[in-house]
């Protein structure tokens, strides 16, 4: 029986965080982020200001709230579809975001929303900090089971 994170589509608790690790190593390439758009609390949020659940995103304009600056996202895996539009509409309105995700290239999302839009790098698998197994209780220290895409939306060479 295999342990670890498993996919399971609509099932995401949205609640694992991205390592500081390759918070770093993004903010090195892209520079700092400002606003994290999918936080679920102060201790989870990987810039300065971020977005609860509560506040809900993809009700917000990132645009505006970014005004030039960085905008992070770690969207909750169950539904990418959303998320993914909504920062290629942002991206029409001047917003520059980083979307990380499973890299499902098969998705109509990742065709309708990725390919066309954004510059995307392939980041392979990574171990996600605060992932709890929901039988256990165990904090998860195995690698996400699926290779994982970081899209860049907004203008290009400003790297």
């Given amino acids: 029986m295999a342990s670890g994170p498993t996919i399971k589509r609509g099932k995401s608790s949205g609640d694992i965080w991205t390592p500081w690790e390759f918070i770093r190593a993004v903010e090195k390439k892209f520079g700092p982020i400002a606003i994290d758009l999918a936080a679920s609390g102060s201790r989870s949020a990987k810039a300065p200001r971020w977005v609860t659940p509560e506040e809900d995103s993809l009700k917000q304009d990132w645009a505006t709230m970014l005004d030039g600056g960085l905008g992070w996202d770690n969207c909750p895996f169950g539904n990418i579809g959303p998320w993914a539009k909504y920062h290629a509409e942002q991206m029409e309105r001047g917003a520059r975001t980083l979307l990380l995700v ?21 980041v392979g698998r990574m171990i996600f900090d605060n992932c709890f197994d929901r039988k256990t209780g165990q904090l998860v220290s195995t690698v996400y089971p699926k290779d994982l895409v970081l899209c860049h939306y907004g203008p290009t060479g400003w790297a």
């Avoid at 499973?102 to 392939?122: I, K, L, R």
């Fill in 102 to 122: 499973p890299a499902s290239v098969g998705a109509n999302w990742y065709w309708d929303y990725v390919e066309p839009c954004a510059e995307v790098y392939s």
